[in-house]
């Protein structure tokens, strides 16, 4: 059974640094072809792609954020780290981490986690 | 950047066929997924590779993409199709979802 689990805080500070961990279960990220996404939603907003890591280690990032996030894996302990440098309430969303099985032009999102909301405010 | 826009609201009448359009870029040489968002809920797979269905999702949902537009077709609309849904593709390393769509079931 796949399933994935969001974890981190719930409220930081703005030009704070946030950390957000994905913990994975059900499949390995060193398979070939598994990718961890994460995505976030501002509340009553659309979906924004984040960034990618693949089973090799490389990394994609959104080009308006790419300035600001750093992603990396814990394969040992099945775990995908997201880090968003200099917060700012615009950034306040529900963040997801989801599966895709396949990368390159293939990218889809067949499991997702619950969500983590994140909010940002002094 | 590129960008896939679709229509903000969709409205259909139980037991009818909706269609939710997304649109880009020759989007018809890119590979469509298309995802269904309930209230309060993680979003779910509906339709990946333009028209296939994962396990589980019921039949009456079903995807076409050709030229600029891709298209989620639901048949026999249901009450509980009411939800938010997104269109999504892959572009120049990047993923990329549209506005998304709200559906209301009236």
């Known amino acids: 059974q796949v399933t994935l689990r969001e974890s981190g805080p719930a409220l930081v500070k703005p030009t704070q640094t946030l950390t957000l961990t994905c913990t994975v279960s059900?499949?390995?990220?060193?398979?070939?072809?598994?990718?961890v996404n994460w995505i976030r939603q501002p509340p009553g907003k659309a979906l924004e792609w984040l960034a990618l890591?693949?089973?090799?280690?490389?990394?994609f990032f959104s080009t308006s954020l790419k300035t600001r996030l750093t992603l990396s894996k814990d394969s040992s302990k099945n775990q995908v780290v997201l880090t968003v440098t200099n917060m700012d309430p615009l950034d306040t969303a529900t963040y997801y981490c989801a599966r895709s099985p396949i990368g390159g032009n293939h990218v889809h999102y067949d499991y997702w986690g619950q969500g983590a909301l994140v909010t940002v405010s002094s | 950047s590129y960008d896939l826009t679709q229509p903000p609201s969709v409205s259909v009448s139980p037991g009818r066929t909706a269609s939710i359009t997304c649109s880009g870029d020759?989007?018809?040489?890119?590979?469509t997924h298309w995802y269904q968002q309930k209230a309060g809920q993680s979003p779910l797979l509906l339709i990946y590779?333009?028209?296939r269905r994962p396990s589980g999702i019921p039949e009456r949902f079903s995807g076409s993409n050709s030229g600029n537009t891709a298209t989620l077709t639901i048949s026999g609309t249901q009450a509980i199709d009411e939800a938010d849904y997104y269109c999504q593709a892959w572009d120049s390393s990047t993923a990329v979802f549209g506005g998304g769509t709200k559906l209301t079931v009236l």
């Open positions: 890591i693949d089973w090799d280690g490389d990394t």
């Open positions: 590779y333009n028209n």
């Open positions: 059900g499949f390995s990220l060193d398979t070939g072809g598994m990718c």
């Open positions: 020759n989007l018809g040489n890119k590979l």
